[in-house]
Each structure stands twice: as structure tokens, then as C-alpha cells.
């Protein structure tokens, strides 16, 4: 990939994040998880940190290693022609400067987005990340969209009835930091993801799943992305289980029925 062919996917993945028009990201962890869902209508594609990281044997939670990371998000930037974004967790390093570091070779893959949370880290912490991952994409010549995420909600931290100011104060220092987008994984009420749209100023992603308002309820609340995080890994790790304790306890093959088939996953895998 070319560096002008880079900056174009970059400002693609920029235009498609539109408050009530939401970029839809079904994330993957591999490559023909990738092409299928590129297949199915997507826009861009989007890693999820967890899916990835149970994929390469490690747990979610900054424990895969980071140069096997990066490897698999070039296998999957190299898969599709659509803009990619991946999820790096809190950046793969102890520092500002080495999650600069962690982006500038996220770019040599040829992503052009990334996530960054900021776990339980203090805001000021999380914000000089956001900060590391902008200069690095400026380096590099490359309009990097930084999504920058809060664990408040997902991971409950502090008072319930002071969280959505606390995520507030959070998403407007990342913003001021550099980030281009938001994301409050944790939040299904409408009430609640009306108000982080009015409050913080940049595009709101949330992270949708059963029980969660569809896509067409989160537009009009002015959601700009959905993401489905590690669903779609999960899923796929259900039908695993379920088809391999089929065929060691009742020794048939049932749970094996409408998958996709030989001659159809080969194809993709061609490309």
C-alpha cells in the first residue's frame, strides 16, 4: 500500500463517522472473518482487542504480545481494500511515548484508526496516550482517526450517579488530547447515550449487543459508530463448543449444520 493510497482510506474511515448515520463495525480477529464481513456490506473494518487477543492464545487485557498484534492486523489490512481500524487496548506500552510507538508501527501495517482505553488510568494519564497516538500519525503523514475510549461504565468505576459526568470530563480531555472519536462502552439506556452525544464534541461510539437499541434507535439518537466488540468472536467460540461436545458425547454431528461451506470459504481465503 501506498502512503497516498493510506491517507485516502484514512479519509474515508474520517467521513464515514456521521452522528446519526453510524458507522457499523462487526469487529474481527482474523483475515477471513475480514473478507466475510466486508462481504456482508461493510464500510471498514474494525479489530477487537479481545477477539484478537483469544485468537493468539492470550487473555484480553493487555496480555497478548504486541508485535503478534500488529502482525495479525497487517494480515487483515492486507486482506481487505477497505479502511481499517484496530483496537490496541491501552496502547502495548508503560509510557506515552512508547504508545506513540505502538501506533507509528499500527501505521506501518497500513490501519489508519486505532482505539485506545484508558482502563483504570487517571484522565490526565489517558489523555497524553491520545496525544502520543496523534503526534504519531502526524509523523507519519497519515490522518489517523483516534478513537479515544473510557472504561467508566464498562467497568464501573466510582459512584453511579457521578459516572456520566466523570465519563464526560474524561471524553473532553481526549478530545482536547487529540482524539477524533469518542467511545462509552457499557451504555444501553437511551437517556444516557442521548446525553453523552449533547456533552462531549466529537462523533460517539457505543458498543452494541443483545438487549442494546438497534441501529436504526442509535441513529437517532445521534450515535456516529456501533461497534459489536468481541460478539462476533463469541459466537463463533459458542458453535466451536457446541459441535465439538455434540460429536464427544452423543457422537453426531448436528450442531455442524449450515455452515458455510468448503468450496465457499476456500474462495474468500483466495481473496
Do not use: C
Not at 488530547?177 to 456533552?199: M, R
Request: no cysteine.
Amino acid at each position: 500500500m501506498t502512503l497516498t493510497q493510506q491517507q485516502e482510506k484514512a479519509r474515508t474511515l474520517r467521513e464515514l463517522h456521521r452522528p446519526g448515520e453510524p458507522l457499523v463495525l462487526a469487529n474481527v480477529w482474523d483475515a477471513l472473518g475480514a473478507r466475510l464481513v466486508a462481504a456482508a456490506g461493510a464500510r471498514a473494518i474494525a479489530t477487537a482487542s479481545a477477539s484478537v487477543s483469544w485468537t493468539l492464545g492470550s487473555a484480553d487485557g493487555d496480555a497478548a504480545d504486541r508485535e503478534e498484534v500488529l502482525a495479525q492486523t497487517a494480515l487483515i489490512v492486507r486482506s481487505v481494500g477497505l479502511p481499517v481500524t484496530a483496537d490496541l487496548e491501552t496502547g502495548f506500552g508503560a509510557t506515552a511515548a512508547e504508545v506513540g510507538g505502538t501506533v507509528a508501527a499500527l501505521l506501518a501495517t497500513g490501519a489508519v484508526g486505532v482505539n485506545l482505553e484508558d482502563a483504570a488510568r487517571p484522565a490526565d494519564e489517558a489523555a497524553e496516550r491520545i496525544a502520543a497516538a496523534r503526534a504519531a500519525g502526524d509523523r507519519a503523514g497519515v490522518d489517523l482517526f483516534v478513537n479515544g475510549r473510557t472504561d467508566v461504565f464498562l467497568r464501573g468505576i466510582g459512584d453511579p450517579a457521578g459516572r456520566l459526568d466523570e465519563a464526560v470530563r474524561r471524553l473532553r480531555a481526549y478530545v482536547e488530547a487529540g482524539a477524533d472519536g469518542v467511545f462509552v462502552p457499557g451504555v444501553e439506556d437511551p437517556e444516557t447515550i442521548a446525553a453523552l452525544v449533547a456533552a462531549v464534541p466529537a462523533p460517539l461510539n457505543v458498543l452494541a449487543g443483545p438487549g442494546s437499541p438497534s441501529v436504526p434507535e442509535l441513529a437517532k439518537l445521534g450515535v456516529a459508530r456501533v461497534s459489536l466488540g468481541p460478539g462476533l468472536a463469541k459466537a463463533a467460540y459458542a458453535a466451536v463448543r457446541r459441535a465439538a461436545e455434540e460429536v464427544y458425547t452423543a457422537g453426531t454431528y448436528t450442531a455442524l449444520d449450515g455452515g458455510l461451506s468448503y468450496p465457499e470459504l476456500n474462495a474468500l481465503a483466495e481473496g
